[in-house]
């Protein structure tokens, strides 16, 4: 009752808040109209051109497809670096040394561009998914890593000092005391992997597979058929942005409902 | 065969403590039998809460030793401690949520002392960062009380609350105390506080922290008035130990001078400790 009430009292907020991003992005489209009246048909469609040719792709079934290899592979490798990642994170938070081991460890996995690791994939795995999964996974692994370090590393004392003093059972400590600790640290990280992972396989399959959207990408550009490029382009962005605005924003609120500052 | 459990108290005897090599709490002795209040006063710094963390068996005790055959303790601390991601509700709860209570009841429980603390119903939905202070630390003394405990360490609970609150509070806490045998073991800045609520009054001195003083309060706590409350309070202010333990000058005094413990404390006027740390306004008096 009470949070039904709460989430009707926030519907305008976030509905406003929805119409900014929609008006931003409506500008966004319009410069894009300017520079493309600008350039021309060969170097920059118009917005329109990209569109209708995104919605033939869509209508045709192909970009579907295509668009569903490219997310298997994004979220086998955002998968497993979500796995190994919090959980290594989380161990490595619990324990001074080796945090402070993984530190550089870290900072040069984060350091090395994506596009090394990918021809190192390349030269390992050769042509197949083994080799987008993997860049998605060395690419997304550290940000996710260093998020669960920090979550583990901050649990508040006092609070775990609290949780002796009133017996909890350490189930009740894991579940009420540490968990949403670390998962105020580890969402946000997820997030920001998950992004990270969609821009890395597209950029792994332009150079790696001859199926998903990278390689159409590649096949496109070998065809300086600029509309559709810029239709694939939409297609990656516009599933990203539905992603997080319709699925993970909403989460997180719903999640975070604590922490904010209204 | 003779099955009479033995009386409830908490014992300590010789207990100190040292955090690496600095030692703060020395030669500690007291003794609080179930159904008494006892204050702890003393000057900031002097170890009042670790001498509660020992009790609460949240720091290990490693000179001297403490005893306790109170079987539900409840600790209030000097911060509200509560839970960011927990209504007021759920944070009151917490206790019981450990000893496994129903959802239906222990949220029946929480709110009926969430209202009795001072809180609005709609208060309890909110979440920690949503309530005031004072309000925090009601929340904190609801989630103690909650648990009927039959040993409460409380840690400065009221010093975030107004005079109305406390009055409000004191009351509670008195209704808890006639019920059951509860032992109180209570820190406080405030000696009217510790005057008005407690059976023996404790004073510490710092570095180390140690028990200069005791004082019993012979009166039973419903029976003292105001009157009783203000005469006492200044009669234990006027007392030399614990205006030193306080850090107070030697007291001067003007509006009676007929009054013989004046008389001596101005006889006893020398020159100031040097370094004597002037009078604080922790002392609320
Ligand atoms: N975890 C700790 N590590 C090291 N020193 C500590 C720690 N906790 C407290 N101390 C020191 O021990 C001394 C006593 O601290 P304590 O918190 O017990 O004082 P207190 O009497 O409760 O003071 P207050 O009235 O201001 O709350 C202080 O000098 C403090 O600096
Ligand atoms: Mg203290």
């Not at chain 1, 469609?45 to 298997?72: Q, Y």
């Not at chain 2, 005031?132 to 400065?156: C, F, I, K, N, T």
Request: include cysteine.
């Amino acid at each position: 009752m009470n949070a039904a009430v709460r989430w009707l009292a926030g519907l305008p907020a976030y509905l406003w808040s929805g119409w900014g991003a929609v008006a931003s992005l409506l500008l966004c489209l319009a410069l894009w109209e300017w520079l493309a009246g600008f350039y021309g048909e060969l170097i920059l469609p118009d917005p329109r051109a990209a569109l209708s040719t995104l919605a033939g792709l869509l209508a045709g079934g192909g970009a579907w497809s295509e668009l569903g290899i490219t997310a298997r592979r994004a979220l086998a490798g955002f998968v497993l670096a979500l796995a190994a990642g919090s959980a290594l994170g989380l161990a490595a938070g619990l324990s001074m040394t080796a945090a402070m081991m993984s530190r550089p460890v870290v900072t040069v996995l984060i350091g090395t561009p994506p596009i090394a690791w990918l021809v190192l994939a390349l030269l390992w795995f050769g042509a197949g998914d083994g080799t987008p999964v993997f860049t998605v996974f060395v690419a997304a692994f550290p940000v996710i890593f260093v998020g669960a370090m920090q979550g583990a590393r901050t649990v508040d004392g006092q609070l775990a000092e609290l949780a002796a003093a009133y017996r909890l059972p350490a189930r009740m400590r894991l579940t009420d005391v540490y968990l949403p600790h670390v998962l105020s640290y580890l969402f946000p990280a997820w997030i920001t992997a998950l992004g990270i992972s969609w821009k890395v396989v597209v950029m792994a399959e332009l150079l790696a597979t001859s199926d998903g959207v990278g390689a159409a990408l590649a096949v496109t550009r070998s065809h300086l058929d600029t509309a559709a490029t810029l239709a694939w382009i939409l297609a990656v962005v516009g599933t990203l942005l539905a992603v997080e605005y319709l699925l993970l924003e909403p989460l997180k609120r719903a999640v975070e409902r604590w922490r904010s500052t209204t | 065969m003779n099955t009479v459990p033995a009386p409830r108290r908490l014992l300590a005897r010789g207990v100190g403590h040292a955090y690496a090599l600095r030692t703060v709490l020395e030669g500690i002795d007291f003794e609080l039998p179930a159904g008494r209040v006892m204050a702890l006063v003393g000057p900031s710094g002097c170890g009042k809460t670790t001498l509660l963390h020992l009790v609460a068996g949240l720091l290990a005790v490693r000179e001297g030793r403490i005893e306790s055959n109170f079987s539900t303790p409840a600790s209030v601390f000097q911060q509200p401690r509560l839970l960011p991601w927990k209504n007021a509700l759920d944070n009151i709860a917490l206790g019981l949520k450990a000893a496994g209570v129903a959802r239906a009841e222990r949220e029946a429980r929480a709110a009926e002392l969430g209202v009795r603390v001072g809180l609005a119903a709609d208060d309890l939905q909110k979440f920690p960062h949503q309530l005031s202070g004072g309000m925090q630390s009601r929340v904190a003394l609801a989630r103690a009380l909650v648990l009927g405990p039959d040993l409460l360490l409380l840690d400065e609970p009221f010093s975030a609350l107004d005079v109305g609150l406390k009055a409000e509070l004191y009351a509670l806490l008195a209704e808890h105390l006639a019920g059951r045998e509860m032992a109180v073991l209570m820190i406080t800045h405030d000696l009217m506080e510790a005057v008005r609520l407690s059976d023996d009054i404790l004073v510490m001195a710092a570095s180390p922290g140690r028990v200069v003083a005791r004082f019993a309060l012979d009166r039973p706590a419903a029976r003292r008035d105001d009157d009783f409350v203000y005469r006492r309070t200044a009669e234990l202010l006027r007392d030399a130990t614990v205006r030193e333990s306080f850090g107070l000058p030697p007291q001067v005094c003007a509006q009676t001078p007929e009054d013989a413990a004046c008389e001596t404390a101005l006889q006893a006027v020398h020159t100031v400790r040097p370094g004597a740390a002037p009078a604080r306004g922790g002392l609320r008096c």
